[in-house]
Structures are given as structure tokens and as C-alpha cells.
């Protein structure tokens, strides 16, 4: 059974920094893709990022929505069982309960949007992350 589990949200200032985990069990993340989903109230559920899939040399291929880039950064420690979203400069419209959520092999290869959420189907519940201004 694929389990996710998104951690360390919380209250921030605008300007300040958090960084989320998301921990797996039944699946890992060298092969599978893993992405990082977000819904602020009101709004629909958007992609922040993801990891598409890795290269021969083990290298992530990472992919960022506009809104995140240059500010957010997906990372994954070495047993490849946990992905990190570190996320800098945050603003209040970053304000959102956070997701990850993965899929199994194949990687997505040769996809418009790797980072859709129509293609992952193992989610965990998110963690809230509120920045104020």
C-alpha cells in the first residue's frame, strides 16, 4: 500500500521561508514520479512541481510552475523515500494546504505538462501553509 505524508507547514511571515517533506512508504521516488499540488480557499487545486522522472545519471528532472520558480526547489534525500519543497520569499498568495502526490513507473517522458494532477493518483492529506503580510 502507497502511503504519503506531507509535513512542515505552518505560519510564516511574508518574505520568510519553510520547507515541506513529504514521506513515502510503498513507493519511492528514484524511478516514480512525485509532484507537489497546492489549493488556496476558493481556488482549484494547481501544480507547484514536480519531479518528471530522472536521467541516467540519477539527476531529477524537475519542473516549476511560473508562479514558484526560482523561489521553490524540490530536492529528495538519498534513499529516494522522501522529496522536500523548500520554499523561499514566500508571499501570502502562496498561502494554500500543500499536497504530494506520486505515481508509479513509467517516468513522464515526452508529456506537455508533467506536473498535471491527472497524472498522479496516490495522494496523501496536505499541510497547511500560511503566509501573512
Known amino acids: 500500500e502507497v502511503q504519503l505524508q506531507a509535513s512542515g507547514g505552518g505560519l510564516v511571515q511574508a518574505g520568510g521561508s519553510l520547507t515541506l517533506s513529504c514521506a513515502a512508504s510503498?513507493?519511492?521516488?528514484?524511478?516514480?514520479?512525485v509532484g507537489w499540488f497546492r489549493q488556496a480557499p476558493g481556488k482549484e487545486r494547481e501544480a507547484v512541481s514536480c519531479?518528471?522522472?530522472?536521467?541516467?545519471?540519477?539527476?531529477?528532472?524537475?519542473h516549476y510552475s511560473n508562479s514558484v520558480k526560482g523561489r521553490f526547489a524540490m530536492s529528495s534525500d538519498s534513499t529516494y523515500k522522501t522529496v522536500y519543497l523548500q520554499m523561499t520569499n514566500l508571499q501570502p498568495d502562496d498561502t494554500a494546504v500543500y499536497y504530494c502526490?506520486?505515481?508509479?513507473?513509467?517516468?513522464?517522458?515526452?508529456?506537455?505538462?508533467?506536473?498535471?494532477?491527472?497524472?498522479?493518483?496516490?495522494w496523501g492529506p496536505g499541510t497547511q501553509v500560511t503566509v501573512s503580510s
Open positions: 510503498g513507493i519511492t521516488f528514484d524511478e516514480n514520479p
Open positions: 502526490a506520486a505515481r508509479s513507473f513509467p517516468q513522464l517522458e515526452g508529456v506537455d505538462n508533467p506536473c498535471s494532477s491527472i497524472f498522479y493518483y496516490y
Open positions: 519531479f518528471s522522472g530522472r536521467d541516467g545519471g540519477s539527476n531529477a528532472r524537475a
